[in-house]
């Protein structure tokens, strides 16, 4: 089954930077990263790089009908996958784990992908920021 028409705007190769918020086990600063989306079968997958002073983090999403999977370089594997849904032009990213729970949305506003991440820890805590990040796209690969 074909990606849905709703994901196109996010397609593409995107790179910009990215304000970090002090969590326990990190302090806040500042990020360079890249997201790179194509389609999927009835969703999307989506590879992600972001590199900061000390440390990289490197992640590949899949999104297929309602349900979301998160692998990165921290190690940890999904137990369940997380849900994918629509919020007007917004894709809603929510996953849930013995760690806690995260909240990603991602849009795209004048030509920019805006990305917004939220965690909670335990999940049923109030969620707190944790990524905001603005990145434009760049140009096609030959």
Same mark, same amino acid.
């Given at each position: ?21 002090? *969590?326990?086990? $990190? &302090? +806040? ?8 989306? @194509?389609?999927?079968?009835? !969703? ?35 137990? *369940?996958?997380? $849900? &994918? +849904? ?8 929510? @996953?849930?784990?013995?760690? !806690? ?39 096609? &690969?030959?």
């Amino acid at each position: 089954m074909p990606s849905s028409p709703r994901f196109e705007s996010l397609f593409g190769d995107w790179t910009g930077e990215e304000e970090l918020f002090p *969590t326990a086990w $990190t &302090a +806040a600063g500042t990020a360079q990263a890249s997201i790179s989306v @194509r389609p999927g079968p009835d !969703g999307i997958h989506f590879d992600y790089v972001e590199t900061r002073e000390g440390g990289r983090l490197d992640a590949h999403a899949v999104v297929a009908g309602g349900g979301f999977w998160w692998f990165d370089s921290y190690g940890f594997t999904p137990q *369940t996958p997380g $849900t &994918a +849904a629509w919020d007007g032009d917004t894709l809603v990213l929510d @996953r849930r784990s013995d760690r !806690g729970r995260t909240v990603m949305r991602l849009r795209v506003d004048d030509a920019r992908l805006i990305v917004e991440l939220d965690t909670a820890a335990p999940a049923d805590a109030d969620l707190s920021p944790l990524v905001r990040g603005v990145y434009d796209a760049q140009p096609a &690969a030959e």
